[in-house]
């Protein structure tokens, strides 16, 4: 009852001041509560910069239980699992010590401040006080020290190769190697850094050794210690750039903060933040919930990373990943569209197309430099994941009329990558393409693991370029296979379980097959988290169960099923597993990717109160604005991306059909600010707290009766309202010609 106390008025006139970029940090390998660190960036920017509480090396750089911090990182990963690239750090101390063990100093979050344009820690075994402010390619480091002879500066260009070089009494530069794959050979981050105190003490470390007599260290690991006497509360600005490019970019990217002081760059990312999150503006309910949407929204706009730079022309260039040569226009990495397909992109579509039109371009250069577009990029192609669900990014822009790049270089792309798979990494392009194209499947039994999530995800992206296809008037008979192989889902679907198995060269489906078991012909889940992966053709789904009542009892048994789980092909309880276990909701297993769009299927099959129902409980259950946030893997915006859309009250189930599911509204008062200056207002009337069923609803004051929305509606602007009630409406929705969009009733 304390929610009815909420006045309406409480906005988010600051949206950024919502935003925790702890969320999701209490992680570790065997459960993940989000796997994130702290993004200390701009939305979308080239470098990141995170505290490091873990070793150097390891993907865990962040974690909300460690007590020491060794380093404030420059940082581009996107996930532990792939772990960084482009990495160094740097840490003040009052000692003259560089071994990250031995500089690490003790912090505590009650002396911490974590936003996204501003991070500051105490450093409390150095009594110091530091600060970082970033902009796209630089930042500003402050620290305040103690009285000191030994105050430090400590730079750590990490391991595997690096370079420190000190220049004068205030200038460093250097470059670190230090990646986890996806990078040519000639890969380096160049990186410079300047003080606006003069060293009085400059040190360089070679592999271990501190050297104060020389001013050079290029070797496995370098490093520098520099330093001064400060008087006790003295600050220390260095201003720091990079650059994939060059000593002489790095430079130039260094304007970002040139003759800016701490405080105007921390307002400046501020207001950047502001615009970018205030694009939604959410009302009513508390701050608390306010707290875990902006904080979803902030992890929404970070990935894919702006890997593209500047040049003294002007121009925009960037370091190709693949082809290490500099290369002109947009480059964005660091996604994986198995991930990232489902509601992120989606959702840039909807709200930040100008952003999506650049990574487009992206996508043309990516194809022209490497001859494939990616499916897990980081910098470079990187082998996770199956699919091929570039063709959905690619498809779904187009057809949700983002402009502005080369769509016939990119048709090209997605008719190639179906038809080929890059040849030395397995997860771009389609493997096992050949059996798919003969047999309509990737089979089970000749050595292609996770096949049947392959089939599946292949017959929609199959689905998606036949769209793309005729949005850009391709003949029917180039169109044919795609629109055939669209239906191939049908394949490995088996009567017999009503649900998707693996199936052999010669027909026959896999024995033994348990449906519980993870992995093997699925990609981290099992045949009741796969089996939806319909999207473009949930009647066709329901025509093969056997009508929509026994549909509705398996999307049932997927919450009432107990938490049983195999994870033999694993050998041991991967965290996804564990994720699904401990959330009380049965086999369903929101804490990763491929069930996410599930609950929205009761839209189809005439029930759309269970998916109301369910996607409260979701949002309730799974997500909070606490470090342990998330139920899994946050995997660059696309499970946040999942709440920012459930809390407006819709959901991109099959990108690329241009239309949203119907969910359940979460605040009283939602305001989209749309391209083109279209205002979409959502209004929810009744308690939310309580009332998660849809009573009924209008668009622009006309009754609304289906389950779905249409994108060319929505970015027209206008006034949706839901009157929302306690108890079901089972009269609203139930019509045929309500359900969602469907491939097979559109050929009929
Ligand atoms: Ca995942």
Excluded at 629 to 636: I, P, Q, V
Aim: contains cysteine; charged residues 20%.
């Amino acid at each position: 009852m304390l929610m009815a106390l909420i006045p309406l008025g409480v906005s988010a006139t600051e949206p950024v001041d919502y935003v925790s970029t702890l969320v999701g940090t209490q992680s570790k390998h065997s459960l993940s509560t989000g796997n994130t660190y702290p993004a200390i960036a701009m939305p979308w920017g080239m470098n990141f910069w995170s505290p490091q509480t873990g070793k150097m090396g390891d993907g865990w750089a962040y974690t909300y239980d460690a007590d020491k911090i060794r380093g404030l990182k420059q940082t581009h990963q996107p996930s532990p699992w792939i772990n960084d690239y482009g990495q160094f750090c740097i840490l003040p101390t009052t000692r003259t010590v560089f071994n990250e063990d031995e500089r690490a100093s003790w912090f505590s979050h009650k002396a911490e401040t974590a936003r996204p344009y501003y991070y500051k820690v105490y450093l409390a075994d150095y009594d110091i006080v530091a600060e970082v402010a970033p902009t796209e390619r630089a930042a500003e480091l402050r620290f305040t020290y103690p009285e000191s002879n030994e105050s430090r500066i400590v730079v750590d260009a990490f391991d595997g190769g690096s370079y420190v070089r000190i220049v004068d009494d205030r200038h460093i530069v250097g470059y670190t190697t230090k990646n986890s794959g996806g990078v040519p050979e000639n890969f380096r981050n160049y990186f410079i850094i300047e003080s606006d105190k003069p060293f009085t003490f400059t040190a360089v470390v070679k592999d271990g050794q501190i050297d104060d007599a020389a001013t050079l260290a290029e070797c496995n690991h370098a490093g520098a210690v520099v330093g001064f006497q400060t008087r006790r509360g003295e600050q220390v600005t260095l201003r720091v750039a990079s650059s994939f490019i060059s000593h002489e970019q790095a430079l130039l990217n260094l304007k970002e903060v040139e003759g800016k002081a701490f405080d105007q760059i921390c307002r400046q990312g501020r207001d950047r933040w502001n615009e970018i999150l205030g694009r939604i503006e959410a009302k009513g309910r508390d701050t608390d919930q306010l707290r875990t949407f902006y904080s979803c929204l902030y992890r929404s706009v970070l990935f894919p990373r702006a890997f593209y730079e500047v040049n003294e022309k002007g121009e925009v260039v960037h370091y190709s990943p693949t082809t290490g040569e500099v290369c002109q226009g947009y480059y964005f990495t660091d996604t994986g569209f198995w991930d990232t397909f489902r509601s992120l992109f989606p959702l840039l579509n909807l709200l930040y197309p100008e952003m999506n039109a650049k990574m487009q371009e992206g996508l043309v250069n990516c194809y022209k430099e490497s001859g494939f577009l990616p499916e897990w990029a980081s910098p470079g192609h990187r082998g996770c994941m199956v699919g091929n669900n570039s063709a959905s990014i690619v498809a779904d822009a187009y057809l949700k009329g983002i402009r502005g790049y080369d769509i016939e270089t990119l048709w090209e792309a997605v008719v190639h990558g179906a038809n080929a798979v890059h040849p030395t990494v397995s997860s771009s392009g389609r493997l096992g393409y050949e059996y798919y194209n003969r047999l309509g499947y990737v089979p089970y039994n000749v050595g292609i693991n996770e096949n049947v999530a392959r089939t599946l995800e292949y017959a929609y992206d199959d689905w998606c370029i036949y769209q793309l296809g005729l949005a850009l008037g391709k003949k029917a008979k180039e169109l044919k296979p795609f629109k055939e192989r669209a239906m191939n889902y049908q394949k490995v679907f088996d009567p017999e379980t009503k649900l998707m198995r693996g199936r052999n060269e010669d027909g026959t489906f896999q024995r033994p097959f348990s449906p519980l078991k993870w992995g093997d012909a699925f990609t981290e889940g099992n045949a009741w988290h796969y089996t939806w992966s319909v999207f473009h053709d949930p009647d066709g789904l329901i025509g093969l169960m056997g009508g929509k009542d026994v549909f509705v009892q398996m999307l049932d048994s997927v919450f009432n099923v107990p938490p049983l789980f195999d994870e033999s092909y694993y050998g041991s309880v991967i965290h996804e597993i564990r994720e699904m276990q401990i959330m009380n909701m049965g086999n369903y297993a929101h804490g990763n990717q491929p069930i996410q769009h599930m609950i929205y299927l009761y839209d189809w099959a005439a029930q759309p109160w269970k998916v109301q129902y369910w996607v409260r409980e979701a949002m309730d259950r799974l997500y909070n604005s606490q470090p342990d946030g998330y139920c899994g893997d946050e995997d660059n915006g696309q499970t946040s991306a999942w709440y920012v859309f459930s809390a407006m009250g819709f959901y991109p189930v099959c990108p690329g059909s241009g239309q949203y599911a119907i969910g359940t509204p979460y605040f009283p008062e939602m305001t989209l600010h749309l391209p083109q200056g279209k205002i979409l207002t959502i209004h929810a009337s009744g308690n939310l707290a309580d009332d998660r069923f849809v009573a009924r609803m209008t668009f622009n004051g006309e009754t609304y009766d289906r389950n779905y929305l249409e994108h060319a509606d929505l970015v027209q602007g206008g006034i949706i309202d839901y009157h929302m009630q306690s108890t079901p409406n089972r009269e609203r929705g139930i019509r045929e010609s309500a359900a969602p969009y469907s491939f097979s009733k559109t050929q009929k």
